[in-house]
Each structure stands twice: as structure tokens, then as C-alpha cells.
């Protein structure tokens, strides 16, 4: 499960993005309409108040980011999820009053999933801006710790039984005890990633929830490889980020994108821009980590 088009390589399904509702209250209004009685004249503003009173938030004109999606068929292929999840039963997984999570088509490791808030109010801001809202910063993490754990037990699953920390619990599966006189075993919620990559490659906001392996064909370049390693992957709980957060910086996620010198996420070996080299020792990486 990786990210649903990390390249226009990866997806070629044609989608069209429906647009989202206005929350202009003048639309609809005729200009022409007026009315017969005197308007009450304005009233002298207090500089001083209007200084400190709170300042709204900024309403985004939708219609043209969504303009620039349909241009782009595959960076609007989220959208189709969000409103349409009952037409993708192998791949949504669960749908919430906030959220939808979804299976990543090319996944860039073990367990890789999707969750996709539903508010149109904040599905095409950048994360960096979304996340500058408190109550939708909540919710998000909420739906992502649950998510997370829906992961783990997934990864629990396919690697739980190679692993030598949780033999014991397998043991106790085996024998028919009951689930909750089994021996802990590994924590398998250490090994998910929750976050957002800076410069994301979808139109529409997304979370990865990601096992750290980073073990899967669908991880082809550097790109896929750098975009979970370095800072370009931003962790939700580092949210909301102070405004002189190098991870804001373009210039230096660019740099964290584009960076040539491989290391290892587990050992920290580095293999310079020979990348078949590392793809190579991450398959050593992944036994020896399966086998903990």
C-alpha cells in the first residue's frame, strides 16, 4: 500500500473531480436587486479594536485549485475515495463521519494506507495549513491513532509469525488461550510511521500510515525511497509547525527529495546514489528486522 501516484507513471485511471460546495454566502444573489429604504450609513471603526479583534480565516477559492486538478487526471484520483468509497470495496477499508482509509495502490512498504479527512473545507489546503487548525489537527490525529492501530495489527499478522519476540503470544494463539491471558508479544504499533510528505504529489490531503520496512517492488527510485526517510516525511504529531520550522522550507525539502547519498533506515549504512545497492541490503534489512 504506497502512494497512490507518487509519478504520473504510477496511475492512468482517468478521474474527474467533482467540485466542491461553496461557502460564499453571496452566491446567488443578484447585483441588481436593492432595496427602497435608506441603508443606514457605517458606523466610525476603533483602530484599536479592529487591531486585536481575531482575524478570519482565509476562504480558499476551490473552483480553481480544482480547475488545475482536471488538468492533471491523476493528482485528483483521491477525490473519487472521498465520495465514492462505496464503489472500491477491496480497497477502502473503513469510512468515518470524518475520514475515509484506504489501501495505497503502490505501496512503498509492508502495510501502507491512506486517510483521507472528508472536510471539503480543508482536503485541497496544504497540510501545513490544515493542520494550522486546531479542531481539524484533533480530529485528524484521532482518526490517524486508530488507524495506525488497524496497521499494526495487520503488520502483526504477516510478520508476527517470523518474529522471535512474538513467539511466546504466537505459542499461546496456538493453544487456544484466551486472547486476553496472551503474553504481549512485539509492539508492533512502534514499527507504523504516521505522517505527510511537505511537498505532497496528490491534490487531495492525505496521511500515510506506513510500516517502517520500507520493503515493497512498488519502491522503484529515489524519490519513493527519500520521501519516508529524510524530513520531506513529516510526522503528524510534530503539528503544527512553528513558522520557522526548516520543514516549511522548500528549498531544503527539495534538497531532502532530491538528496543522492543513500543511508539505510535501519543501520544507517550509507551506499552514496548507488540505489540498486541499497535496494539490495533493504532485503537483508527487512529478514533481520521480520525476525526481531
Not at 503502490?106 to 494550522?132: D, I, Q
Request: glycine share 4%; proline share 7%; aromatic share 8%.
Amino acid at each position: 500500500m504506497a502512494e497512490l501516484a507518487e509519478d504520473m507513471d504510477d496511475f492512468d485511471r482517468p478521474v474527474s473531480p467533482q467540485p466542491a460546495a461553496s461557502n460564499d454566502a453571496t452566491h446567488g444573489t443578484s447585483a441588481s436587486s436593492s432595496s427602497s429604504k435608506k441603508q443606514p450609513q457605517p458606523q466610525p471603526k476603533n483602530a484599536f479594536t479592529e487591531l486585536m479583534k481575531p482575524k478570519p480565516k482565509l476562504v480558499k477559492d476551490l473552483s480553481h485549485k480544482l480547475n488545475k486538478i482536471k488538468n492533471g487526471r491523476w493528482r485528483g484520483a483521491l477525490i473519487e475515495y472521498i465520495d465514492h468509497p462505496e464503489r472500491f470495496p477491496t480497497q477502502v477499508l473503513r469510512v468515518t463521519e470524518h475520514t475515509v482509509l484506504i489501501k495505497d495502490l503502490y505501496p512503498k512498504a509492508t502495510v501502507h494506507l491512506l486517510l483521507l479527512p472528508r472536510s471539503p473545507n480543508h482536503y485541497l489546503l496544504h497540510p501545513h495549513e490544515a493542520f494550522s487548525d486546531p479542531g481539524f489537527l484533533a480530529m485528524m490525529r484521532e482518526e490517524a491513532a486508530s488507524a495506525a492501530q488497524l496497521a499494526a495489527g495487520e503488520l502483526s499478522r504477516l510478520v508476527g509469525p517470523f518474529s522471535a519476540s512474538n513467539r511466546a503470544r504466537n505459542e499461546a494463539m496456538d493453544s487456544g488461550t484466551p486472547w486476553e491471558e496472551l503474553p504481549p508479544g512485539r509492539d508492533f504499533r512502534k514499527e507504523i510511521k504516521v505522517g505527510i510528505h511537505a511537498h505532497p504529489s496528490m491534490a487531495h490531503l492525505h496521511v500515510h500510515i506506513i510500516s517502517r520496512d520500507m520493503h515493497s517492488d512498488r519502491l522503484k527510485h529515489r524519490k519513493h525511497y527519500q520521501s519516508f526517510v529524510t524530513d520531506f516525511f513529516v510526522e503528524l504529531d510534530a503539528y503544527p509547525l512553528a513558522e520557522d520550522d526548516r520543514r516549511r522550507d522548500t528549498a531544503y525539502q527539495n534538497s531532502n527529495l532530491n538528496e543522492k547519498g543513500f543511508a539505510c533506515w535501519r543501520c544507517g549504512r550509507g551506499f552514496g546514489g548507488r540505489f540498486k545497492e541499497l535496494k539490495a541490503h533493504l532485503e537483508v534489512e527487512f529478514e533481520e528486522w521480520k525476525s526481531e
